[in-house]
């Protein structure tokens, strides 16, 4: 470690009390890297990004300009890939990209704002010291597509916390599914094939933000009216902690209709409960989700997914082979003290540079 140890300023869009993925990773590598002895410090950008108007932008350089020469720069990618070459050009400090996945692989995108992301992220990727993403999936994808050496790139998969309550399983069988209700995580897709086995008895939660996609929302809540599925789907919106360990305790299975993941830390939510999982073969999810654990199938497949929840419904010796695997699997995950220290150990290395 350097004799004197910087300050870290971490960059990020949005409230970070925000319960989602990102902010929870940020807000855990955080505590971690204090318990280490390093000063944080906080750097809220406009909820905008990555989507910032010009005004955004200046603001944005603005922030960032006090940051001391001296001092290491934590940027989240979902604002770091959309900076404009004036907020690159103005940055102070050591600079370290942390990636959850490319911007350009959100899904809803179309073919120009994929093309502006490419270039933008690829432009900005170019100033950062060292990049921290967390999946191998993700540092594939910038090494193959946006030519970030591997020497500069460390893995800090998230961290889980293991249960601390014995589960008590819900009846009728609870469906959960955690994932703020956006087009990428693909609930419109989970309620057609809910649909498809409403001959079975189940109940579903959704628990996830509603307000960041209304378009999104808008089609989940069609199709459940649609389906004439509102007394056994419910969209629960954000739950605390304790509120969300518990439904895991009271899961039968953990379903979630994903069209790209840059790791899913719900998975590792699921797994350290022994939930078996139905999901989808996208980004990252084949790496994060082994076969032991879960059922993948295609994106925007309802009766594939249907097929596969059928099968963790009915099957007993289905159900009992991914809860194993998945209870196996969820062991092995890191702590988030593990996630920490990985990510201090690449901070250390940008400050010596």
């Known amino acids: 470690m350097p004799a004197t140890m910087p300050d870290v300023w971490f960059v990020s869009p949005g409230d970070p009390a925000t319960l989602s993925g990102g902010h ?37 350089a603005t922030q960032l300009a006090r940051v001391p020469d001296t001092d290491l720069l934590v940027i989240d990618g979902l604002a770091f890939g959309a900076f404009s070459h004036e907020v690159l050009a103005g940055l102070s400090g050591k600079i370290v990209a942390l990636v959850h996945h490319p911007l350009a692989d959100e899904s809803g995108l179309n073919t120009a704002q994929i093309a502006n992301f490419m270039e933008t992220e690829r432009a900005a990727l170019a100033y950062a010291e060292g990049v921290i993403v967390t999946s191998p999936h993700t540092q594939e994808a910038l090494i193959s ?23 008590v399983k819900a009846i009728p069988p609870l469906l959960l ?30 628990v996830g933000n509603a307000d960041r996609d209304p378009e999104a929302v808008t089609r989940i809540r069609d199709l459940i009216a649609e389906h004439k599925l509102e007394q056994r789907v419910t969209l629960a919106g954000e739950r605390t902690n304790d509120e969300l360990s518990r439904a895991y305790t009271e899961a039968t299975a953990f379903v979630l209709a994903t069209r790209h993941e840059g790791y899913g830390m719900v998975f590792s939510e699921a797994m350290v409960h022994g939930l078996p999982i139905v999901t989808c073969a996208a980004g990252a999810v084949p790496d994060t989700v082994p076969n032991c654990a879960g059922l ?4 925007d497949s309802p009766s594939e997914f249907a097929e596969a929840l059928r099968d963790v419904l009915t099957n007993s010796e289905t159900r009992a082979h991914l ?6 699997a969820g062991h092995a995950l890191p702590t988030w003290n593990d996630t920490a220290r990985i990510f201090g150990e690449k901070l250390q290395q940008v400050a010596a540079s």
């Not at 597509?145 to 589960?167: C, E, L």
């Not at 993948?296 to 994106?299: E, G, I, R």
């Not at 809860?323 to 196996?328: D, F, P, Q, R, W």
């Open 323 to 328: 809860t194993a695997g998945s209870l196996s």
């Open 296 to 299: 993948l199938v295609p994106p």
């Open 24 to 60: 929870i990773y940020n807000a855990r590598v955080a505590q971690g890297l204090r318990a280490q002895g390093w000063t944080l410090n906080q750097i809220r950008l406009p909820d905008a990004f990555p989507f910032p108007k010009a005004t955004d932008q200046t603001t944005t």
């Open 177 to 206: 599914s955690v994932g703020s209700l956006t087009h990428r995580k693909g609930h419109d897709s989970l309620v057609q094939a809910l649909a498809r086995i409403a001959d079975l008895n189940w109940q579903c939660v959704i």
């Open 145 to 167: 597509r946006f030519a970030v050496p591997d020497t500069k790139i460390s893995v800090a998969i998230p961290g889980v916390d293991r249960p601390t309550s014995q589960a």
